[in-house]
C-alpha cells in the first residue's frame, strides 16, 4: 500500500523487537470472537488514477455546464489561485490544533490577522478564531446572550436563513431557550412594531440578518434600539460576507454571526466553510471558540497564543462556553488570503460589481410582463421577484436551458410559493443574465 | 505566608474574616499557590445573595479554572474591582489587598464551624501528604 | 548543536511582520474583470444610510508580498509533511494530496447545495458510498453524515438518544463519563440538556463494571466511553457494559475519536455499541488545516434511525438519490446545508485507496506504538500495564524527581525535530505523555523519535536545565501565556489606537 512506509521485513523485525510472534498478538486484548475473520466489504483498493477517475464520474453527474442563479447563503465568487496555491501548503494543510505555541507561529499570526480583519469588516471589538459555519455561528450566539442576560426567551426574525433559524432550534431545545418569530413587512425586512410589541424585559436576543433570506438589507438602528429598550441583545447573522465591502457595517449590534464562505470558499455542496463571531470586547469571556492573542517571548520578542482557553471545553468540561473544539483554521486561511488579496480596493469593488450586476438582472426580469419585485427594501446581490406562476414549474423549463433557476421560496415560507429569490454575482456574465431573462420569459409564455 | 489568626477557613481553600455581621471573603495563599497565575476573577455584583457552601464566583489562571465556595450565608455588599485589572495580586497579597467580596451575614455565629489558622495549615499539610505518597 | 539531534539541523527562516504592517494605499493584489453591466450608484441603489466608504485598516499590498508573507508564516509551523506529529488522541496521520485534488474538481468543488438534486446525483452517490464503507467498517446499521466535527457528532449521538428515550415517555436525566474521558464528552451532555455524572476508572484505567452496576438507575440515559480508552487500552468489558445499561433502558455512547485501533479489526456495532461519532479527520485522514475543518458522522443501531437529523440521504425506485428535508420524529438540523461535503469527499477518497486494506493500516499503527512503549519503557514511567494498542501513555514521574515535568519534556523534543505529543492528558495520569505515531511513520522515524527520547531522558537526569528551559532553536521561545491571558490583545489596531501596554516590550 503507498501510503504506508513499511516492507514486510521491517515489520517482523519491529514485532521481534517488541517480542511478539505475529501482529495478532497485539490485538489479544480483544477477544477474538469479537475480531473480524472476515475483509470488510468495501470497494478498493484503488490506485490514485483510478481514485480520480471515480470522481471525475461522480462530476460529470452534477451540474457542471449549467448557470446558476442560487445564493440564498452560498455564494459563487472569484477565488484565486493564489489561495488554493497557500492553503495546499503542507506547512498550514498538515498541521494540527497551534497548541505547541513555538512551533505553530505560522497558524497562530493567521489567525491572530483573520481575527483583526473580521473585526474590521463587522466593526467590532473582538472575532474569534472561527467556528463550523454561519448557522452554528448564529446558534452559538444566541447561546452567548442566554449567558450574558440571563435570560431564555429569544425573539428570531422569520427573515432569517429557514436553514439557521432550524439549527437554532435544534440546539435550543433541550437547553431550555424559547424561540419566538417576528414577521416581516410587505417591504421584505423584520416588522419592528411587531417586535416592539413582543419584546419584554425576559428577552435575552433580537435575531436579524443582513441582507436577510430574501435579499432585503435591514436598518441595524432600530432594531438594537427595540432591542436595548428592555435589555435584550442584538445578534446580527451575516450569510454574504461580500456585502460588507459596500453596505454599513453591524456596527449597533452586540454579537455578529458572520458566515465567511463569500472570501474564497468554493460552495463544495454545502461545506465546509467558516463562521465566525464578533462582538464587544467586554462580552470576550462569554465567547465560544478559539482565541489567538499577541504576547511576547521570554527574549521580548512578539508572538502569538492561544488565550482565554479556560472558556473552551477541554479545561471547563460540563462549565464550558460551547462543546466546540476546533475551528475551521484552514477555511479561515484561505478567507484571511483572499482577503488580503482583494484588499480594500478590491473588496470594494468586488461588492460593487455585485450590486451593479443584480440590479441589471432585476431590470431584465421586471421587462417580462407578470413579473414584479415582491419587497421594495434595498438589496445588495440578492432579490425576491414574484412570477405569475410557481417557481417550481419557471425552473424546471430554465433546466432544460442548462439554467440552474432561482430558489423556490415555497418550500420555506408557504405563502411564497410563486415567489423567487435570485443571485447574481460578479461571475455571472451579462449575457448569461440576459440568457436568464430570456428563458423565464419563455417558460412563462408556456401554456399552463 | 502565615494564616492571620483572626480569620477561619474552608477546606475549599477560602478565608472568611468577621467584624460584627460583616464579613471579608478572600482565597487562601495555598490556593492560589496550587493555581498558579491568576488572569481573571469573577464576582458576584453587589446585592447579589451567597450561600455557605456554593460557589459564588470562579478564579482562573492560563490552564484551570476553579470555583470559589462562600463560607457563610449572606448578601455581598461590595466587591474588589481593583482584581479585574490586576488579578496578580491574587498571588501577591492573597490574605490582604486580594480580598474578594465583602458580605451582610445572615448569621455570623455559623462560622465557628469553620477552621481556625492552625486547623487549617494541619489540613493543608496533611493533604501535601497525600499527594506526594 | 547536540549530537543526539539526528532529526534537525538550524536553519534560517525569514522574519514577517503583520500583513497590515505592510499595507501602502494604492497596492492591490487582485483585479477583477471590468463590469460589463451598466455601473450602478451605491448610494441610490441602497439608500445613503446603508452605504459605506470602504473598510478601514484592510490591507493594500502586491500579489508576491502575499505570497511572501504567507510562504514566510508557514515555514514558521511544524506539520505531518515535515515529520512525525505523535499527538495522542489526535491521529496525525499522512493527508493523501489526491483527496486534495479531487475535492478540488469541476462539478465537486463547484456544486450549489440548494441545486436541484436531479443536477446532483454525482454528489449523493459520493455520499452514499461514504455512508456504506462507513457502516461496514462500524458494523452500524444507520448513519449521519451530517455533523460538521467530532463535538457536533456527539452533540447529534446525544441528541438521539435523548429522542430515542423521549419517544419511550421519558429523556432521562443523566449521562455517565469516566474520569479519563475526552472533556468534550461533558460539555457535550451539558448542551443535550443532560447531568454529567463522572465515574472513576478502576487500577487498571478500565471501566469498574460493579460500580457501574450500582450507577445505572432508571434514571440514567446513557454511558459515553472511548474505546480504547484515551489510555490506549481496549475495553475488554464493552459487550458486558452494552448488557448492564440495555437491561436499565440506557444506551452506550461510544467515543470514535480512537478509531484508528480498531477500523478492520473489531466493530462497535457489534460489540454492543448503540450509537458513535467518527472523526474524519483522524482515522480517515482529511487534514486538520491547523485546527478545521472537520466531520463528525455518526452512525447508529435501528432503534436510533428514524430520528436522524434532516436531510436524510434515500434511495429512490431506480437508484435514484435524493434528500428528504423532512421527517416527523427527527431531532431536527444540526447544520445548514447538508453537511461539510469537502471533507466527506477526502474521506472517501481515503478508503478507496485502502479498500478493505484499510486493516493494515491499523495493524501498523498498533505495531508503531508498542515499538514505541517497548524501546521507552523504562525510561520513562508506564503508570497502566495494559496492552497498548494504537498509542501509549507514560507519566513523567521518573523526571520528575530531577524537577522536569512533561510540557518540558515536549518542548526539548521541539528541538530534536519532532513535534511534541499531547501533554497533561488524560486527566487521570499525572503528567502524562500521550504518544500516538500512526502507520504513517517508518521503523527509521520512529527509532529517530525513540533516540530523541532517550536522549531526553538522558538530559533530564544530568543537566535538566536544558529540558526546563527548551526549547532553545525556534524562532520564539516560551511565550508568556499569562500576559496574554491577563491584558488579551486580539487584534491588530494601527498604531495611533494602540496602548503603550501593546507595543512595550515587542520587537521583531
Redesign the interface.
Known sequence: ??????SPV??Q???A????KS?DE??????AK???RE????????S?A???Q???????????G?T?F?G???Y?H?R?V?T???????????????Y????????L?????F???M???TCQ???N??M?????ATTEAVLMAERLTGRRRVLVARSV?P??R??L???A???GLRIEEVPFTASGTVDVKALQSALKDDAAAVVAQSPNFFGA?E?YAPLAEAAHKVGAMLVVAIAEGVS??????PAEADIVALEAQSFGL???????F?GVIAAREKY??QMPG????????????????L????R?????????T??????????A?AAT?H????????????A??N???A??ALGELLKIPGVRRAFDA?F?NEFTVEFPRSVKIV?SHL?REKI?GP?ALG?AYPELTKNALVCVT?TT??AE?ERFAGAVKRALEQPV | MAYPKSYRYTKEHEWIEVKGDLATIGITDHAQHELGDVVFVELPKPGAKIEAGKSFGTVESVKAVSEIYAPASGEVIETNGELQNKPETINNDPHGAAWLIKVRLTNAAAIRDLMDAPAYEAYIAEKGKETSA | MNDNIKKAKRHVNQNEGLIFEKSSPGKRAFELPPLDVPKAEPSNALGAHHRREGVEGFPEVSEIEVIRHFTRLSTWNHAIDLGMYPLGSCTMKYNPRVNEFVARLEGIATEHPYQPQELSQGCLKILRLLEKCLLEITGMDAITLQPAAGAQGELTGLLLIRAYLQKQGNPRKRVLIPDSAHGTNPATAVIAGYEVENIKSNEHGQMDIENLQKLVTEDVAALMITNPSTLGIYEQNLPEIAQILHAKGALLYMDGANMNALAGITRPGDLGADVMHLNLHKTFSTPHGGGGPGAGPVAMKKVLERFRPVPILVEKEGGRLALEPVRPDSIGRVKAFSSNFGVLVRALAYILAYGPGVRQATEDAVLNANYIRRHLEGVYDLPYSLPSMHEVVFSDALQKKNGVNTMDIAKRLIDYGFHPYTTAFPLIVPGALMIEPTESESREECDLFIGAMKAIADEAARQPEIVKTAPHTTRVRRLDEVGAARKPVLRWKPAAQRSTAQTSGARD
Open positions: 500500500m503507498r501510503y504506508l512506509p513499511k521491517e515489520r523485525e519491529m514485532l523487537a517488541i517480542g511478539a501482529i497485539l490485538f489479544s486484548s480483544i477477544p469479537y475480531r473480524l475483509a470488510l466489504k468495501i470497494p478498493g483498493p484503488y490514485e483510478e481514485i480520480i471515480y470522481f471525475k464520474e461522480r462530476a460529470a453527474e452534477n451540474a457542471a449549467y446558476s442560487l440564498a447563503g452560498v459563487n472569484q484565486s493564489v488554493e496555491t497557500i492553503i495546499q501548503r503542507g506547512e498550514f494543510l498538515t498541521s494540527y490544533t497551534p505547541q505555541a513555538e512551533i505553530s507561529q505560522g497558524t499570526q493567521a489567525i491572530f490577522e481575527q483583526t480583519l473585526c474590521q469588516l471589538d473582538v472575532a478564531a472561527s463550523y459555519d454561519g448557522s452554528t436563513h436553514e439557521y432550524e439549527v432550534k435544534t440546539y431545545k433541550n437547553s438589507i436598518s460588507l465591502g459596500l453596505l454599513s457595517p468554493p460552495p463544495s455542496y454545502g461545506g465546509p467558516a470576550v469571556r478559539r482565541l489567538a492573542g499577541q504576547t511576547t517571548d521570554i527574549d521580548g520578542h512578539r508572538g502569538f497564543v488565550t482565554l482557553a479556560t473552551e471545553q477541554h479545561i471547563r468540561r460540563e462549565k464550558a460551547s462543546n466546540i473544539c476546533t475551528n475551521q483554521a484552514l477555511c486561511l488570503v482577503l488580503t488579496l482583494l484588499g480594500k480596493e478590491g473588496l470594494r469593488e468586488m460593487e460589481q450590486l451593479s450586476k440590479q441589471f434595498p445588495f425552473n433546466m440552474v430558489l418550500t460578479e456574465p451579462r443574465i
